[in-house]
């Protein structure tokens, strides 16, 4: 690390949060430094859907130009109930418009629409179209130099290492590669292009979701000056006089302090990978149970544990710690093993999440934190807190399951590691996953009948447009429900993970971190997941992490150049 003694600002972090303070502060003309932990920039973000939750943003105006402040503060405090917290949710609605304008217009950041609907849109302010927005895909090139440095996608998401959109726009193109001519050379494109960029690059290039938001961010703060250091482990916040003036910081020639005149901000990515605190917070692990994080292993509370260190409150408060995400563990072999987010198959007509006494238990097309939320409520008292995703050969065919894709794509290496367990009965399969075999076929036959006409009687799937957005559109007459019918039958075990952490340090409305008497500890901020989420444990879209996390930052890198007399 070749950096100066001494900087108006430093950032503690290099996540979408973090980039996103550290850029505005630098626009408004503040020298400022990115500390990472980590040998590679990106953070949680690099391996993320890349979605931002921004309600009556420019994008989304265009889309539903019929969505209001009313509706969308009707919303939120259904969603965040006892946590509505009226001066942040205002200063979240007010600034996340103008913080995608500014992005837009001052850096590499561009954005798109999607079509995401909100996660509950048959509630009262909840909206099919219109808040959220993606990342542009990115030619990594852009980053020069620095390319290699960019933290890779999340390996189990990607096929050979090429990334996929996190919308349908995308993916629909490879599961109807075997039926249609477009989406054949579609598809045929997208691999040719990739293998010459694994040949010229050794990576895909042309990168999406988080890994292009991650990109852009380090790309805008790295032409604006902005140093990136990385495998530089903060140790402590150096304080004079009651103030944070800088940090101890790490590297390979030893430790050594670095100054800031107008403020240290936390932007460590919460505490996903802290075992001792979630254990604490999250029920499963307290009452035994495994969890999977796809989180960066270097998440493991630093930003918390040091903003404790000098007495901030940074309690367990939500009912759900963290946006829950059911995960499966992928064995790769010699040892590796990989964590895959089941984003999308539990949508996909024909498949079914069971727990082990073979009984469904919730809506398996909610979204992934209601379903997490469902799962570990279903399983209170037990020590495993687990589910098996269930679906006949035809399904399987179709879309595939987990970490396995669809036709034709081989089964057989996942049936020998044991990840896919196969049944040439319902009851087999039953006996192969450890499932009650009686409770399983109780619950095929109950649910069969109804789903031959496309009705699911007892947890109505496909009843809201969020539901069958990640769905099949093609399969009518509804895009989520199919029988489980056609022997032989297969199943995936799922047990809980995470996408990063819901509680954390407390702040004001600009991210002054406070001690438990409410005072703030002068100039030291938190962003990001160390920062408590205005969302109360809650998951109202997607994308409402990075939303209100780019949006805060912008907020406080503002608030810090205001404090600092720089010209706005």
Request: aromatic content about 8%; some cysteine; hydrophobic content about 40%.
């Amino acid at each position: 690390m070749n950096a100066k003694n001494t900087y108006d600002l430093i950032v503690v972090g290099s996540g979408a949060a973090g980039l996103a303070t550290a850029i505005t502060a630098r626009k408004r003309g503040l020298d400022v430094v990115v500390l990472e932990k980590e040998p590679v920039f990106g953070g949680t973000t690099a391996l993320s859907g890349g979605v931002l939750w921004i309600p009556l943003g420019p994008h989304g105006r265009k889309q539903n130009a019929a969505d209001t402040l009313d509706a969308v503060h009707t919303y939120m405090r259904r969603e965040t109930g006892a946590f509505y917290d009226e001066a942040a949710i205002q200063a979240f609605l007010e600034n996340g418009p103008k913080m995608v304008a500014f992005f837009e217009r001052e850096t590499e950041m561009q954005f798109v629409p999607t079509l995401y609907p909100d996660y509950h849109p048959d509630v009262a302010g909840g909206v099919d179209v219109g808040r959220s927005i993606l990342a542009a895909p990115y030619d990594i090139r852009g980053l020069g130099k620095d390319m290699p440095r960019l933290k890779p996608p999340l390996k189990t998401i990607t096929f050979m290492g090429m990334m996929f959109n996190s919308s349908n726009a995308d993916l629909k193109h490879f599961f109807q590669a075997t039926k249609s001519l477009t989406s054949f050379v579609y598809v045929a494109r997208r691999l040719l292009t990739h293998m010459k960029e694994l040949l010229l690059y050794r990576r895909g290039i042309n990168v999406t979701s988080g890994n292009a938001l991650a990109a852009r961010l380090a790309a805008s703060a790295l032409k604006l000056g902005i140093p990136i250091f990385t495998s530089s482990p903060v140790r402590d916040i150096v304080m004079q006089e009651g103030r944070a003036m800088g940090v101890q910081v790490s590297g390979q020639a030893g430790t050594r302090t670095l100054t800031a005149r107008h403020g240290v901000v936390l932007a460590c990515g919460g505490f996903p990978q802290d075992v001792k605190r979630i254990a604490q917070a999250y029920p499963h692990v307290q009452r035994g149970g495994e969890h999977l994080s796809p989180t960066p292993l270097g998440n493991t509370g630093d930003g918390v544990r040091l903003a404790e260190d000098l007495g901030a409150s940074a309690d367990i408060r939500f009912g759900d710690s963290a946006a829950w995400m059911p995960v499966s563990r992928v064995p790769y072999g010699k040892g590796e093993v990989g964590v895959f987010p089941h984003l999308l198959d539990r949508y996909k007509p024909g498949v079914i999440g069971v727990l082990r006494n073979g009984r469904r238990f919730t809506n398996e097309s909610n979204s992934y934190h209601d379903v997490g939320a469902a799962l570990i409520r279903a399983c209170a008292g037990e020590q495993e807190t687990a589910m098996w995703l269930v679906c006949d050969k035809t399904t399987l065919g179709k879309y595939g399951l987990g970490f396995v894709k669809p036709a034709p794509m081989p089964l057989g290496p996942h049936l020998r590691n044991g990840y896919l367990i196969k049944g040439d009965t319902l009851e087999e399969l039953a006996r192969h996953a450890g499932i009650d075999a009686a409770g399983l076929r109780a619950t095929v036959d109950a649910y069969n009948p109804g789903a031959a006409k496309g009705q699911d009687l007892q947890f109505q799937r496909g009843s809201t447009s969020f539901n069958r957005y990640l769905a099949d559109a093609a399969h009518q007459p509804n895009p989520c429900v199919a029988p489980v019918a056609q022997g032989p039958f297969y199943a995936v075990k799922v047990v809980m993970g995470d996408l990063g952490t819901f509680d954390g340090i407390k702040t004001s409305v600009v991210g002054e971190v406070l001690k438990r008497d409410g005072t703030s500890i002068a100039g030291l901020y938190a962003v990001g997941n160390d920062r408590a989420s205005i969302m109360g444990g809650n998951y109202p879209g997607a994308g409402i992490t990075h939303g209100p996390n780019m949006t805060f930052g912008f907020v406080t890198g503002n608030h810090i150049a205001d404090l600092a007399g720089a010209p706005a």
